[in-house]
């Protein structure tokens, strides 16, 4: 609709002679993106983007619908059309609108009091495991035996059911679900909506089969992707999601990453007003990057053909099989293959970079950079890599920094061009409360803890919901609109309700705070009962009832900062799949002063004889302590059922 109707200068004067145009972007402004897409979805039955609103002066809305063409065509009615019988309308009887606008405000405002309502406030018991059967039940019915992922075309990666159901297999010993979840992970690398030559996924695929994306590149697509993956190869060992999720990285770094260290939002699909141009190759094109033998041995490997696979063109892909199964089919080494591939992806890349790259949405989300934030920390945990602790710990100082307001520390949503705007939402401080907790495990750096901790007390205080339990979405300093919503179904980002939920249960193991807890567990309730509908649409939540019914495990590992062994021994926790597990480092002496003052519980949990010790807890009570890595090593292997 840009393109073709708000360039138009036709457009333009109509809109301009009559109305207030206002364009929100609805990364910056998700509160009013989500009420007027229930509005949309309220009068139409469907919702989308984009999304078009029309307000009486007093912002209450009365008419609402998607994309609309410049002109009616092909029964669709078209933007002009809808402004000038509007404006005649408004002219002839504009209080008709007006109370249209009122009703429906109305209807908006008692249905979301109906869903409080049924959320039961949070006062009920949680469920027990009924829930997560269920929800895997449901998994397992919507899978796609073939190309992975789950339902029809368009599919989304949506990381976080997959990161349940990871945990789901662990906890339930249930080879089931990390099978479908290999074959999703697998599936998604191998298609075109991976960049197999930049790196990084593609926010959607049109097909089945993840061939043919939607070429827009999404931060939070690619951290919370870069978790899953670095899951499954804590759970399986397979050296390839190692490899996928510094892949990950190493685009983030490289294409999405401010000056200071903080991370851009994202990629347009579209460079040159064509979508995916940047992406694709002709032969012709693959023929004056690589030479002759090697541009045909290029095109066995990644599916490409004279006619193409979209619009003439070809995206690379891996759908016919992997380079190592490839090589044994043309008669190579594998090693060699892989060691081929690489040069050819490097060629590419740098025949690519020459290209006019898609647009970069260069502004700083604090919500996304969260999720980067803790994606990066689990890396450098699962991984031994502490540069990637080093970049989140950039970024986290970066918001910490940059995006709170000086005279109160209230944190803030948006940074671009020097400017920190918009007070932040309920995402936002949950997010970077994950971000914060996640990097404090990976560097033992106290200051991490000590800001997700304050965060909470932010969490606490602008977005409670004393009433019902849970968090709104905007807090009690936010602009004010028509309804204040708490949002509890996850989409294509999980519920900020669902991420406080998590990470205010581990911070209370943490701190031993048994209110903190009491918080995590009512919000953890008032989930539940929405869940009940429709289990995996709060897969998030179901990671948080999984924690909750491990009864919040925790590693505390005591000695001096310079004991090998103690380092060995955080090694071995850090690289262990444990989702619902705590990891204290606890420094004696002068290291562990900062420490000691935040969580003084650990004055009963030191050293024992001066060895690195290490402490395996759950619901506030500890196992024997363990002073050899192999005993710790063995208690890691024991697995994580319930």
């Known amino acids: 609709m840009e393109r073709e109707s708000f360039e138009d200068q036709d457009v333009a004067k109509l809109l301009n002679d009559n ?32 999304l078009t609103v029309l307000l009486t002066p007093d912002k209450k809305p009365f008419y609402a619908g998607t994309y609309f063409p410049k002109r009616r065509m092909l029964g669709r009615i078209g933007l002009m059309d809808i402004l000038e019988q509007i404006h005649t309308k408004w002219e002839q009887d504009g209080d008709a609108l007006d109370k249209l606008g009122d009703e429906l405000l109305a209807d908006l405002q008692e249905l979301d009091r109906k869903n409080a309502q049924q959320a039961g406030g949070g006062s009920g018991a949680l469920p027990g495991e009924e829930l997560l059967h269920e929800a895997f039940s449901l998994y397992q ?10 339902g029809n075309a368009p599919k989304f990666p949506t990381p976080h059911n997959l990161s349940f159901l990871l945990a789901y297999s662990q906890t339930y010993q249930q080879p089931e679900a990390l099978r479908m979840v290999e074959k999703t992970l697998d599936s998604m690398y191998r298609g075109g909506i991976y960049d197999h030559i930049g790196f990084g996924f593609s926010r959607y695929s049109t097909d089945r089969e993840w061939l043919v994306p939607h070429f827009e590149k999404m931060l939070y697509d690619n951290a919370l992707l870069a978790i899953a993956y670095l899951e499954a190869f804590q759970i399986t060992g397979k050296p390839l999601y190692a490899e996928i999720a510094e892949q990950i990285f190493t685009y983030v770094r490289r294409d999405m990453t401010s000056p200071e260290g903080a991370f851009y939002s994202a990629e347009d699909a579209d460079s040159e007003g064509v979508e ?78 020459e290209r006019i790259h898609p647009l970069k949405d260069d502004k700083v989300l604090t919500a996304w950079n969260g999720l980067m934030i803790a994606a990066l920390a689990k890396g450098a945990k699962a991984l031994q890599k502490p540069e990637y602790a ?20 209230r944190l803030l949503a948006r940074y671009r061009d020097g400017e920190a705007a918009i007070p932040a939402y309920v995402d936002d401080y949950a997010f970077l409360i994950w971000g914060l907790t996640e990097l404090y495990e990976a560097t033992g750096q106290v200051v991490h803890l000590d800001r997700a901790l304050q965060l909470k007390d932010g969490l606490l205080a602008l977005f409670s919901d004393e009433e019902g339990g849970g968090f709104f979405f905007t807090g009690i300093d936010g602009e004010e609109l ?72 925790e590693w505390v590992l005591s000695g001096k900062l310079e004991d090998p062994v103690l380092h060995s021994m955080l090694a071995q926790v850090q690289q262990t799949y444990l989702p619902d597990a705590s990891l204290i480092v606890n420094y004696a002496g002068s290291d562990g002063e900062d420490l000691h003052k935040l969580l003084l519980h650990l004055q009963d949990k030191p050293a024992v004889d001066g060895q690195a010790t290490a402490y395996e807890c759950r619901n506030f009570a500890c196992r024997a302590p363990l002073t050899s890595l192999d005993a710790v090593k063995e208690l890691l292997a024991t697995g994580r059922q319930v």
């Open 19 to 50: 109305f207030v145009a206002i364009k929100v972007d609805r990364e910056e402004r998700p509160d009013i993106d989500g009420l007027y897409m229930s509005v949309c979805q309220a009068l139409t039955g469907s919702g989308g983007w984009p």
């Open 141 to 150: 019915r919507q899978f796609d035996e073939e190309y992975g992922g789950f």
């Open 276 to 353: 995916g141009k940047f992406y694709v190759f002709t032969r012709d094109e693959l023929a004056e990057a690589l030479d002759l033998e090697d541009m045909h041995s290029y095109c066995n490997v990644y599916g490409v053909t004279p006619e193409g696979n979209f619009e003439g063109a070809n995206i690379p892909n891996l759908l016919q099989g992997l380079p190592e199964d490839m090589a044994e089919r043309m008669g190579m080494n594998p090693l060699g293959m892989k060691t081929r591939t690489g040069e050819w992806r490097e060629k590419l890349f740098a025949y690519r970079e």
């Open 390 to 409: 080093k970049a989140a710990a950039a970024a986290a100082d970066f918001i910490w920094e940059q995006l709170r307001r000086p005279e109160d520390g």
């Open 482 to 553: 028509p309804i204040r919503s708490k949002e509890l179904y996850d989409g294509a980002l999980p519920s900020g309700n669902s991420v406080a939920a998590k990470q205010l249960y581990k911070l209370s193991v943490i701190t031993q705070d048994v209110e903190l807890k009491a918080v995590a567990e009512r919000t953890a309730a008032v989930l539940a009962s929405a869940a009940g509908e429709y289990p995996p649409g709060y897969s998030m939540y179901l990671q948080a009832h999984l924690g909750l019914l491990s009864g919040g495990r």
